[in-house]
């Protein structure tokens, strides 16, 4: 069984510029999150999508993040413009259902570099 | 709002010897725990999960927790510990119901020095 796909892995750019990343959850699983993971830190959710439709965004920074998941499948989270303290790495999950004590299963992530 | 505490950012240890590493939440209903293992440059990976039932928890590679619910804890532990072990290693809890994403824990470091 395939995994979470991401890409692209590595992304290095300026502040104030923008950036996308792209996530193919695994197939059938209806529940797809975006985390942030801060050097040192544990991962923090930013986005939860149920099919298409958003179930949780209270932690995304909407002046400057986005993301969409347009047909219940793949996934796409914008930063416009950049911030140095985005530097991070950016997980996306999936999960069958999105129900409480499922596994969540991880991508290798992004990780974003903003000089 | 449900929280995790992991008490140590870096545990070093001698390959084959044993390790906790300890996890303590805060949650005023019921919930479910986790932990995953990050290896350097990867996503994170299930080691074990709490629902239900047993409080003695076997996972992959070892690795067994506790959940003691009147000290909401849920420490790792292993009995001997290898090489391929180092790694950092999160805490996270959800629930108790519905569409609930995980909260993780800083996280601790294992360093397993041979």
């Known amino acids: 069984e395939a995994g979470v796909a991401q890409s692209p892995r590595y992304k290095i750019i300026e502040k104030r510029q923008s950036v ?11 529940t797809l999150y975006w985390y942030q993971q801060i050097l040192g830190q544990g991962p923090k959710l930013l986005i939860q999508f149920q099919n298409n439709g958003v179930v949780d965004d209270s932690q995304l920074p909407k002046d400057r993040f986005s993301a969409e998941r347009l047909k219940g499948v793949d996934s796409t989270l914008k930063i416009q413009p950049a ?3 985005d530097s991070a790495v950016y997980l996306c999950a999936s999960s069958l259902r999105g129900l ?15 000089l | 709002a449900q929280s995790v505490t992991q ?7 001698f390959e084959e010897a044993p390790v906790e590493l300890r996890c303590n939440y805060s949650s005023s209903v019921s919930v479910y725990l986790f932990w995953y293992v990050q290896y350097p440059n990867q996503g994170l990976q299930l080691l074990l999960k709490y629902l239900s039932g ?19 804890s849920f420490h790792l532990r292993k009995p001997s510990v290898h090489i391929s072990d180092t790694a950092e290693y999160f805490c996270a809890v959800s629930g108790p119901s519905g569409n609930t994403p995980l909260v993780f824990g800083k996280g601790t470091r294992l360093s397993v020095i041979a």
């Open chain 2, 54 to 72: 047993s409080t003695l928890v076997k996972g992959i590679n070892g690795f067994e927790a506790e959940f003691n619910k009147s000290q909401t």
């Open chain 1, 83 to 85: 911030k140095l303290e």
């Open chain 2, 7 to 13: 008490l140590d950012s870096q545990v070093p240890v």
């Open chain 1, 20 to 30: 996308a990343f792209w996530c193919n959850p695994i197939s059938g699983h209806a």
């Open chain 1, 100 to 114: 409480a004590g499922e596994i969540e299963f991880f991508g290798p992530g992004t990780r974003l570099t903003v």
